[in-house]
């Protein structure tokens, strides 16, 4: 049997390992918080296994005769968080490393918990920025940069407004997209001269499923493959509905008359770090990225953008760009969680905004829905290739980052941050 401090101890490990999953929290950081708080506790034989769906812990005394208790908890409602799992991995330093006892903990947990995220108009803002500032790589003008922004800010009052509703995500991202297709060929058919495609991609990104594609790689390269698979289907299954959406929109234009214009533009390349750089605050207040942490981790998405247009400028294949632009912003979110004293998981999702190839989904889905089968399997090859070469970056740079910090552990007692 266990005992009062164990059931209390189990209860603030599955709290914090339940809210860092509906955060959005990687399956290996949920599985090593848990572990840790038990551990602190002096609860020594404990064994966790986490899915996007639920988290399973066991723990017993150690002996060959000893009883064994397991509990499950089933998670439900997954988003992105940033903030929150800031703050449940600083809360887990402290609790390993001080004499925070248990009920404390349980109270931080609960301030945590009820933290709200940004506020519906700084969302909503958030939106325009990834409208705005997403057209340029798509080839779109000045004139198209405030359409998309309109139209995106307008798609996600719609996303907030049905979410009340308390539908399925594929509904609400399908009757959001929906609105924002609607509102570039509306104005296509007022200015027949801008580029279509680039604001209907552009107003659509702030539902792309990318952040979910490379996580889902990240994953199953770890060797986490049911959290893998699953992150994978979600993925696929959002780039349904965003294809739905648009795609619809799309062809009734198309069938009444309208036409799909591809006028494209070229800004200079120096001026796409400040695009990446508003671009990534957008998704900052999209995800709930600490306050303290977001001009950083924006900085860090501008050169993400930078190195994403100058590589094919340059002549560089797309992929040998994916692969050495995340691992630059790799290497820099690892800097910045050691200057910041924060996990890299807040610098490098959003870092990685501007690389995520929730596009290629959209696009393969959007060739297998009009019946072009060969397109739509080149599309989903591509897309998991550039989601592949983003995820073995992120592992290459990690590796090495935690060799070194492991070496300077050794001969100067350094603490590695997670």
């Known amino acids: 049997m266990i005992n009062t401090f164990q059931k209390k101890v189990l209860i603030l490990a599955l709290y914090a390992g339940e809210l860092m999953m509906r955060s959005g929290a990687e399956v290996y950081r949920v599985e090593d918080t848990i572990v840790r708080i038990c551990k ?5 034989y404990v064994e966790c296994f986490a899915t996007t769906t639920g988290i399973t812990l066991s723990l017993d005394q150690g002996g060959d005769s000893s009883e064994m208790h397991t509990f499950l908890k089933r998670i439900d409602g997954i988003s992105t968080d940033l903030e929150r799992i800031s703050m449940i991995n600083e809360f887990s330093r402290e609790f390993t490393t001080t004499d925070m006892d248990v ?41 198209e940069m405030c359409i998309s922004a309109g139209a995106a800010s307008l798609g996600y009052i719609v996303f907030a407004s049905v979410n009340r509703l308390h539908l399925a ?24 001269w801008q580029n279509t495609t680039a604001m209907i991609l552009s107003s659509v990104t702030v539902f792309m499923p990318g952040v979910a594609i490379t996580n889902a790689a990240r994953d199953m390269l770890a060797g986490d493959m049911l959290a893998g698979v699953a992150r994978a289907a979600d993925a ?96 820099l979110s690892e800097f910045a969680s050691r ?6 998981t807040v610098f490098i999702i959003p870092g990685i905004i ?32 550039s989601a592949g070469s983003i995820a073995i970056a992120l592992i290459v740079v990690a590796t090495g980052a935690r060799l070194i910090m492991q070496l300077a552990q050794r001969s100067g007692g350094v603490t590695p941050d997670r």
Not at 109 to 124: C, D, K, N, T, V
Not at 339 to 344: I, N, S, V
Not at 358 to 376: P, Q, V
């Open 40 to 44: 602190a506790c002096r609860i020594d």
């Open 236 to 331: 696929a299954i959002t780039a349904i509905a965003i294809s739905g959406g648009a795609g619809i929109v799309a062809g009734i234009w198309i069938v009444s008359g309208g036409a799909i214009s591809n006028e494209y533009s070229e800004f200079p390349l120096i001026i796409f770090p400040v695009f990446g750089f508003l671009l990534t605050m957008g998704f900052c207040l999209q995800i709930n990225a600490p306050k303290r942490q977001m001009a950083m981790a924006s900085a860090i998405g501008g050169v993400g953008m930078l190195m994403l247009v100058g590589g094919p400028r340059l002549g560089y294949g797309a992929l040998l760009t994916c692969f050495a632009g995340t691992c630059m912003i790799a290497i």
């Open 103 to 143: 009920d404390a903990g349980l109270a931080r947990m609960r301030e945590i918990a009820a933290m709200p995220r940004f506020s519906l108009p700084f969302r909503i803002l958030g939106a325009a920025l990834v409208g705005a500032f997403m057209c340029p790589y798509y080839g779109g003008s000045v004139p």
């Open 169 to 192: 995500g594929f509904i609400r991202v399908f009757i959001s997209c929906l609105v924002c297709a609607s509102i570039v060929v509306i104005m296509s058919g007022i200015y027949p």
């Open 354 to 385: 501007p690389f995520v190839p929730g596009l290629g989904l959209f696009e393969s889905t959007s060739a297998i829905l009009n019946n072009d089968i060969t397109l739509g399997i080149e599309k989903a090859a591509s897309t998991m290739l």
């Open 339 to 344: 200057a910041g004293r924060d996990a890299t």
